[in-house]
């Protein structure tokens, strides 16, 4: 049944928001991933926020978290960690890299090789570390928050299909409203001063247990799997959204009926949240030997795709 969002899922919000003035939209999509245990990619020009919704996010929840600056010399063992020798035990001993926290900021991720890229792979998909064949929980909860420049820009690297299959969701901020942006010309920098914490570490796990409690109708699923379906068989598109992006997208769904105070999912879960779910898991067709889309491109094709699957009544 339909009711208000939780007071919890509110104080949330509101400690988001606050920092992040003027986009509910890119604050509620990240909101969603957090709580459907995904993992967020913000793609969008240098200096619209980034890397501000991504510590508002990571004190809003008052989890331990780390910022990893991803450069063309970052190598895996900078993020994961190092074995060494300890002379004074004669044994080798492992030392944690910075991904060992609740949330990790990977910040211009593809400023990186693909090899230091291809290290976040097991972390993210099972939440462990393996190193010299020891394999090393990662603690609960885990979240990366990546956030990378346009493919088109100088010095970096695109990161392949394995990886972007990782994250939940692609998400863009876009320039402030000009009022907004209007204060910040001035010198109010308000909103930037602090992030209260919002929740806890045991209060995220718990809503993060709650959205596993909302309701799918059976149709739904059917419909998520046409959604699928018309990836793989469009000839827009040389490379279909994989199983796993429909698990995604089902826990995505989930998730925003939570935020939106219902114990059910409704199509309009699935409909809306098709794109920024779907579209970086998907490649277009291309006539045009190393021709690269754009994400408007990817965006615009698979919106198309979406909105000619019917919607189950």
Sequence with gaps: MARAPSPLVEKLRAAVEHALEGKPEAVELALITLLARGHLLIEDVPGVGKTTLARALARAIGCDWRRVQFTSDLLPSDVLGVTIYDQRSGEFVFRQGPIFCN????????????????ALLE????????IDGVSTPLPDPFFVVATQNPQDFAGTYPLPESQLDRFMMRIKIGYPPPQVEARLLLGDTGPERGTAQAID????VALQREVDRVDTDPSLGTYMQAVLQATRTSPALSLGASPRAGINLGRAAKARALLRGRTYC????????????????????SHAEGYMPSREESEATLRDLVARVPVPL
């Design 266 to 285: 409704i199509a309009d879960d699935i409909h809306d949240l098709a794109v920024p779910v779907l579209a970086h898991r998907v490649r277009l067709a």
């Design 103 to 118: 949330v990790l900021l990977a910040d211009e991720i593809n400023r990186s090789s693909p090899r230091t890229q291809s």
């Design 201 to 204: 570490p045991a209060q995220l």
């Design 123 to 130: 972390a993210m998909n099972e939440g462990q570390v393996s």
